[in-house]
Structure formats: C-alpha cells, structure tokens
C-alpha cells in the first residue's frame, strides 16, 4: 500500500510538473511574439504597442521582457525615472537576456537606456559594466573603454569597480594605449588587493 501510495504521488508530481513546463512554454511563446510584434512595428515605422513607460497600471508585470529592452532600446535620452524595483529588474534582465541571444547591438541599446532612465538603480552599477562587456563583444573599442571607465567614475563603490578597471586595461591595449594600460593595471593591484582582477592585473603587468 506505501509503495501504491508513493507512485500515485510521484504520478501527481510529474504531472505539475508536466503542467508548469507547458506553462513555461506558452509563456515563452507568448513574449517571442510579443517581441517580433514589436521589432516588426519599430521596424515599420509604426507606434509600438503599449510598454512598461507608457502603459496604465500594471504593465511592468505584463510586459514581456523581450518587449521592454526593445521599447527601452528605441527611446530617446530620458531623463530618470523614480526608483520602482521591480521594473527595474523586468528591464535589466530583458537587456541581459539579449547577451545571452547574442544580439549584441540590440543588448547595447537597452542597456544605454536603462542607465538613461535608471542611473541609480541598484542594478546601474552591473549594467554600466555589462555595457562595456558588449560593445567589447561587438568590436566597439571606444565604446567598450568609455563605459568601463564610467563604471568607477560612477559607481565607485560597487564590486564590479575591480573587474571594470581590468577590463578597461584590456581595451587600453588593444587600442595601443600601452601608456595608459600600466598605470590602469597599477591602480587595479594597489586599490584592490587580494580580487582575482589584482592577481590579474599582476600577471599582464609582468608581461609588459
């Protein structure tokens, strides 16, 4: 009877289980389409459709994801919003989910909104850094240098400082900024000792 017992109860469980992915599913499905629907009216020339900025009560949980970086990546300079957690993070992880897409210029866009509109959120420091990671991923050295930079001009305190500054040694050098990489790599030992970007930053300043 135990044993009856317990396959009914893991037959029950599998089947939640096999509910929840096909909700999961649908849910994905759904904010793909949103998405495209949105791509397509940008694209077109057309009025987006209603977006966390715009929409009444309730659109920020509504919203897709997908949907809000795009909208958020579409807007002009904004001046910032006040401070609403949970949009926040909707538009934070949509801008992150595009890295994780691989679409690098669109993750761009949404991250330069983001910080346009939310340049004290808490999630500020980690996507000015993120926005260095994906204009390096894109080739844009400048724009990877600039936004590495402002992560500690910005956000001095925050732990991506470390991680930031290495990072902008790296593109330093890419550019042939041989000059500034040293003093950069310095600072990173100096002002951050015991990260894994100071033993970093140790091991390429022997090199130079």
Do not use: C
């Not at 389409?33 to 009216?41: K, S, T």
């Not at 538009?91 to 890295?99: H, R, S, T, V």
């Amino acid at each position: 009877m135990q044993l009856q017992q317990m396959q009914d109860q893991l037959s029950r469980q599998q089947g939640i289980i096999e509910e929840l992915q096909n909700d999961v599913s649908r849910m994905k499905q759904e904010n793909l389409e949103r998405y495209q629907d949105l791509d397509r009216r940008i694209n077109s020339g057309a009025a987006p459709a209603a977006t966390p900025d715009n929409s009444s009560g309730g659109g920020a949980s509504n919203a897709a994801p997908g949907a809000a970086a795009g909208a958020a990546a579409q807007q002009p300079a904004a001046s910032s919003e006040p401070g609403d957690p949970a949009k926040e993070k909707l538009y934070y992880d949509a801008a992150f989910d595009l890295i994780k897409q691989k679409d690098f210029d669109k993750a761009s866009q949404a991250f330069n909104a983001f910080l346009r509109k939310y340049p004290n959120s808490q999630y500020a420091g980690n996507a000015q850094y993120w926005l260095g990671e994906v204009n390096l991923a894109k080739g844009d050295l400048p724009g990877a240098s600039q936004a590495f930079a402002q992560v500690s001009q910005k956000y001095p305190k925050h732990s991506k400082v470390p991680d930031s500054l290495y990072k902008l040694a790296d593109v330093e050098r890419r550019m042939g900024h041989t000059d500034k990489v040293k003093g950069i790599l310095q600072q990173v030992i100096t002002q951050y000792p015991g990260t894994s970007a100071a033993q970093l930053a140790q091991r390429d300043l022997q090199k130079l």
